[in-house]
């Protein structure tokens, strides 16, 4: 049950001096989550978002979260040793594991799901068989350590809260409507194929899609991260938190003895300052957006415009420059500095270029990944930053950091080849946009593209021959459940692996990009933000990728900003609210419809 049953999102008055519980500055996953926590616990809150929109770059995800240990799995009857999990993140992140921090997430994230599941509207599916990335590492998962959003008809919100949801990313949806990963996706490429049952499953979606759009302007039918912000939202609504959208914070407040004390606001009606007694939560998205950070920190990007990340705008480093006004300390010792997903730029008709990330599409069968000298350099089925990663070490220096989608005309009618679609929607408008590229053979989709032809044609002899094997000698490719859930199941002996036989040839160009940073403001177990000399500056908080990665700048799983954003921001509210000891929030809960298979 929900302790304070207010039904508004209130506008903030633009008198000099407001004064509340909690500050929280953004509304992504982390900040919201902290938000409906203090809420929950009976602290007055505000939250302010500098966008005309909620949800900051938690819209634009996936919205799964890896919550390893949660009470979903154990729902399912899958309870897991904690040492499982350590050891696993003991053998990714190396020398960058920070017990501490790493165990108080571990201790924190079934209660944190708990919570959540049981006293607010964000309602979670399990990720049954969502695997670990790394499965030869041992304690790696093949499934149950992951949660996602249930679907969320934005119908139950009022108009005024629904004004402040982000819209669908428009590069990942069809025509607006996003698909969920899992059934979903799954129905929708079965009716590529001609499934029957596909075909009615995308048609009822579509149909609902369109009525939505003449009647709402606007997709009502939530899923992925517009869902999991939606949820949080709603949660928000019905415990009386007061968000304010166009507001940004210019600085933060301080009294004499360091602690912070409030922030000085900017919104459409002016400045303003506003106090909070029990602390601010810095959850802005961390820098991606910062084009001198991206230049000093990402690696081959001398100018700091040769990355494209999947970030709002509003991510542009404005948490961690408060903080360091404030004398917190930078943390760059990571792994890396963002959390890398290769990507391809889409021109749209207005103008306008966009970001696709290319997540499922390079582990099915009939596709490869090469730089311009024609090679493969990666397993392209692994993970989406370990794919960027080698992409950036592969590539001489001063060179552009690309590289290129091949497929034949097999992959593109039954798979996605980044934004271009498989059957039934026609391949003209991307080619004819030039996101995909066409040649009759590889060795004139070689030209077009600017790869050395020989070296191409080489690989995909070589690659092809082996693929018929079901083995990749070079790379692993399909070695691992990881590889293999995210093939297809129909490719024999090998999910993962087919040959690239059948002309017409395609490609697209894929150049690195993110979902955030992993750099950011140190903090202790508790999200409380730390200066330069390792002291916990009272009273402030960062959250989300505003923190420094509990991961240490490594991605061992798909989830690991979310979850993280969600536990931390969970955490850091029931510090603020002087809150020690958990509820209930383990019993029997029942599991919900639309688990990801």
């Not at 997430?105 to 049954?128: D, I, N, W």
């Not at 749209?348 to 493969?376: E, Q």
């Not at 092809?464 to 995210?486: I, K, Q, V």
Request: aromatic fraction near 8%; charged fraction near 20%; charge should be negative.
């Amino acid at each position: 049950m929900e302790r304070n049953t207010m039904n508004n999102v209130s506008s903030i008055p633009t008198s000099p001096e407001q004064q509340v519980d909690v500050l929280v500055i953004g509304s992504g996953a982390g900040g919201m989550a902290a938000a409906v926590t203090a809420a929950y616990h009976g602290l007055k809150v505000l939250v302010v978002e500098k966008a005309t929109v909620c949800g900051g770059a938690t819209s634009f995800s996936g919205g799964w979260a890896w919550t390893p240990g949660n009470p979903l799995a154990k729902a399912d009857g899958v309870d897991e040793d904690r040492e499982l999990f350590r050891s696993y993140l003991r053998g990714r992140l190396g020398d960058n594991y920070d017990s501490e921090r790493v165990e108080a997430f571990l201790e924190a994230v079934p209660h944190m799901v708990g919570f959540f599941q049981e006293h607010t509207s964000l309602q979670f599916t399990p990720g049954k068989k969502i695997n670990d990335i790394y499965g030869d590492t041992p304690g790696a998962g093949t499934g149950h350590r992951s949660v996602g959003p249930a679907p969320f008809d934005a119908r139950k919100v009022r108009p005024e809260l629904r004004a402040k949801m982000r819209h669908q990313l428009y590069a990942t949806s069809f025509l607006g409507m996003g698909i969920m990963a899992g059934d979903d996706l799954g129905k929708f490429l079965a009716a590529s194929q001609g499934s029957i049952p596909g075909l009615l499953h995308a048609a009822k979606r579509f149909t609902t899609h369109l009525f939505d759009l003449a009647i709402h302007r606007r997709n009502m039918q939530l899923v992925n991260g517009t869902a999991l912000t939606a949820r949080l939202l709603a949660s928000a609504d019905n415990l009386g938190v007061q968000i304010q959208v166009d507001t940004a914070a210019e600085e933060l407040l301080t009294d004499d003895d360091g602690r912070v004390t409030g922030a000085r606001l900017k919104g459409t009606n002016g400045e303003y300052e506003v106090s909070a007694r029990r602390g601010v939560i810095l959850a802005t998205g961390g820098f991606p957006q910062n084009i001198a950070r991206r230049a000093e920190l990402f690696p081959k990007t001398p100018h700091g415009t040769e990355h494209w990340t999947l970030t709002p705008p509003e991510c542009n480093g404005s948490g961690l420059d408060m903080a360091l006004a404030v004398g917190a300390k930078f943390n760059t010792a990571v792994a890396s500095p963002a959390a890398w997903c290769p990507v391809s730029l889409v021109r749209y008709p207005n103008g306008t270029t966009g970001t696709f990330p290319h997540i499922m599409d390079r582990a099915k069968p009939g596709s490869i990944g090469v730089l311009a000298n024609g090679r493969r350099f990666v397993n392209e089925a692994n993970g989406y930053y370990d794919y960027v990663d080698a992409m950036i070490k592969a590539t001489p220096e001063g060179a552009e950091v690309a590289s290129w989608q091949i497929a034949d005309a097999r992959y593109v009618r039954r798979y996605p080849l980044g934004m271009a679609k498989p059957l039934p929607v026609p391949l003209t408008p991307y080619l004819r946009t030039g996101y995909l590229v066409k040649g009759r053979t590889l060795s004139e989709l070689a030209e077009k593209c600017g790869i050395d032809a020989t070296n191409l044609e080489r690989t995909v002899a070589e690659f092809n021959a082996n693929a018929r094997e079901g083995l990749d000698p070079e790379f692993g490719r399909g070695e691992t459940s990881f590889n293999r859930y995210g093939g297809d199941a129909a490719v024999t002996p090998n999910p993962s692996l087919a040959p690239l036989e059948k002309g017409p040839f395609y490609a697209v160009k894929v150049v690195p990009g993110s979902f955030g940073t992993f750099a950011g403001i140190d903090v202790d177990a508790r999200a409380r933000v730390l200066s330069e000399d390792g002291a916990v500056i009272q009273g402030l908080y960062a959250v989300g990728n505003d923190q420094v990665s509990v991961m240490g700048g490594h991605y061992p799983a798909g989830g690991i900003n979310l979850g993280p954003a969600l536990t931390f921001g969970y955490v850091a509210a029931r510090d603020a609210a002087e809150v020690t000891e958990y509820e209930d929030e383990l019993g029997e809960l029942p599991l919900p419809a639309g688990n990801a298979e």
